[in-house]
């Protein structure tokens, strides 16, 4: 059975770093793009940084406009897990974040729509 769950989220300071994993069962990572998405309270979900194949073992990767120069977004294939490295955290950096995967190729984050999603991590950026 297909199962994402994503774990990392806590309580940051402003300035503050954090590392977030999706770790897959039941699929292969490496076969789908793979996103992270957050949605912060009263807002509509919004996509942040996804990452797919190009080409054969070839990996793009792309950002959100809030998230470029900030966060980066990998993928270990032998843990079957996604990880997003979130650094300069800022209070709008606040809210639940989810990995989604699409069973496709190359994508980018504004075009991603997720078949599948994990049940979210919570990151609160605050002092």
């Known amino acids: 059975q297909l199962q994402l769950v994503e774990s990392g989220g806590g309580l940051v300071e402003p300035g503050g770093s954090l590392r977030l994993s999706c770790t897959a069962s039941g699929i292969t990572l490496d076969r789908y793009a793979i996103g992270w998405f957050r949605q912060a309270p009263g807002k509509e979900r919004e996509g942040v940084a996804c990452i797919s194949l190009s080409g054969v073992n070839v990996e793009n990767t792309d950002y959100a406009d809030s998230a470029k120069g900030r966060f980066a977004i990998s993928r270990d294939n032998a843990k079957n897990t996604v990880y997003l490295q979130m650094n300069s955290l800022k209070p709008d950096d606040t809210g639940v974040y989810y990995c989604?995967?699409?069973?496709?190729?190359?994508?980018?984050?504004?075009?991603?729509?997720?078949?599948?999603w994990g049940q979210g991590t919570q990151v609160t950026v605050s002092s």
């Open positions: 989604g995967i699409e069973s496709r190729a190359w994508t980018t984050i504004r075009a991603m729509t997720p078949d599948h």
